[in-house]
């Protein structure tokens, strides 16, 4: 018989941090455990600040026609109404049947009273705080051991310069470097060659010549670094992601900022920010969107396949067939302007 985890015995699951990817992993297996009593388990999110949240939190807490599950998801509990409070302390002291509550506080003191009023209910607390430091290597080292990999400390450490302090970029990191590799053990080296192709062409520098809109560049360093190591298109293609991710995360990112803060939260260092401020002026959002789907077309290619909606898992590649298909999305991966 399986043993139950905190999770599964938990009605209500308090979340409590701004680091999301951390937050989602909550949110996660809340579902994969009501899914695991009741397949037809559907979702309920509720943004505590609306004004019309506690109309559709009391039709959340109500029994379905079919009788479902209901994992309700309640955020913004900092700043919710008056009126709202004395409801959903009610309801984290006494779940109904059909209910799996995830509560959401992003920390700090706004909304304090409210989250220590639901700590008294006895709801299983998480901690979804933003990780740095040593709490930050652990959490790679456990995300390798997760994936049946062992890292060494130089791994963990060149990952980190590789890819920068965001927490869902470093774990997309490893999840792909251990998908990836054959060896058990990571070490700096291999993490180092993952990420720079070769020692002639670095992943970085060919995302930046991407970003930077001079596609002539990057078709020459690319291929450049595949001439000098065939396996060297992963490498290039995730640290092209990487660059989009930054920039699109910058792009979205809240007015008025100072360039400290901004780098703290893109994981970049300062000086990284006129960089990219300079490439966010060549693109707009509809390119950006656009260059995702390619870049994912390229990694599906350089991986051995294409897409082909008639055929299940796509159509397999030869090795100048995947660098055509390559090519040719890292060439439509074009600004609207020069």
């Known amino acids: 018989m399986t043993k139950k985890s905190a999770i599964d015995e938990a009605r209500v699951v308090l979340a409590v941090g701004k680091e999301s990817v951390l937050v989602q992993r909550v949110i996660d297996g809340v579902m994969q455990s009501?899914?695991?009593?009741?397949?037809?388990?559907?979702?309920?999110?509720?943004?505590?600040?609306?004004?019309?949240a506690i109309g559709e939190f009391a039709v959340a807490m109500s029994p379905s026609l079919f009788g479902e599950t209901n994992v309700v998801v309640v955020s913004g509990i900092d700043?919710?109404?008056?009126?709202?409070?004395?409801?959903?302390?009610?309801?984290?002291?006494?779940?109904?049947?059909?209910v799996r509550l995830v509560v959401l506080h992003p920390g700090g003191v706004k909304g304090k009273k409210l989250l220590d009023g639901i700590r008294k209910t006895g709801a299983l607390e998480a901690s979804c705080s933003e990780l740095k430091?040593?709490?930050?290597?652990?959490?790679?080292t456990a995300e390798f051991r997760k994936h049946g990999k062992k890292p060494t400390a130089d791994a963990i450490t060149q990952l980190q310069q590789a890819i920068g302090s965001s927490l869902s970029e470093l774990l997309a990191a490893i999840s792909q470097l251990c998908?990836?590799?054959?060896?058990?053990?990571?070490?700096?080296?291999?993490?180092?060659?993952?990420?720079?192709?070769?020692?002639?062409?670095?992943?970085w520098n060919v995302s930046d010549a991407l970003w930077n809109a001079k596609p002539i560049e990057v078709l020459e360093q690319f291929r450049w670094a595949v001439h000098q190591d065939n396996g060297a298109s992963v490498p290039m293609i995730i640290a092209m992601s990487s660059g989009l991710r930054t920039l699109l995360k910058y792009a979205g990112s809240p007015a008025g900022m100072s360039?400290?803060?901004?780098?703290?939260?893109?994981?970049?260092?300062?000086?990284?920010?006129?960089?990219?401020?300079?490439?966010?002026?060549?693109?707009?959002?509809?390119q950006l969107a656009m260059a995702t789907k390619l870049l994912a077309l390229a990694d599906r290619a350089s991986k051995g396949t294409t897409y082909d909606?008639?055929?299940?898992?796509?159509?397999?590649?030869?090795?100048?067939?995947?660098?055509?298909?390559?090519?040719?999305?890292?060439l439509a991966v074009?600004?609207?302007?020069d």
């Open 259 to 286: 360039e400290g803060d901004l780098a703290s939260m893109l994981g970049v260092p300062p000086w990284r920010i006129k960089y990219l401020r300079a490439q966010k002026a060549k693109w707009n959002p509809e």
């Open 309 to 330: 909606p008639s055929v299940n898992g796509g159509v397999s590649l030869e090795s100048a067939q995947s660098m055509y298909e390559i090519e040719k999305n890292l």
């Open 334 to 337: 074009r600004p609207p302007r």
């Open 34 to 52: 009501a899914r695991a009593t009741d397949p037809q388990t559907v979702r309920t999110d509720i943004a505590a600040d609306n004004e019309s």
């Open 133 to 140: 430091g040593k709490d930050l290597e652990a959490a790679l």
């Open 79 to 98: 700043g919710t109404t008056d009126e709202l409070n004395p409801v959903l302390l009610n309801a984290c002291a006494n779940v109904p049947e059909h």
């Open 179 to 203: 998908a990836d590799s054959e060896t058990d053990i990571i070490d700096g080296q291999i993490v180092a060659s993952f990420y720079e192709g070769v020692a002639d062409v670095k992943g």
